[in-house]
């Protein structure tokens, strides 16, 4: 079974969700920082996520968060990107 597009943009956006939930001083201690780790999309297969925090260049203090999840034996993935600013 491969998982769809559909089913992979799901999991990014869930995955980008939950890390987007982390609170700001958080977020800020583990930027910038990224891992990889195995997953199973909801039709069984394995898949490779990957989530990225990165300093953002606009604006200035903002963190870019990024997941990626990828079917490696079927060679697709999708995306899936945030752009969270420091509170007021």
Known sequence: MTPTDDELSAMAIEELDAACAMPWPDLKAVTPWGDIFTGFAPSGREVE??????????????????????????RTGAEAKALITPPN
Do not use: N
């Open 49 to 74: 996520v990957e989530r990225r925090y990165l300093w953002a260049h606009q604006p200035e203090g903002a963190v870019a968060v990024e997941v990626e999840v990828r079917d490696m034996g079927a």
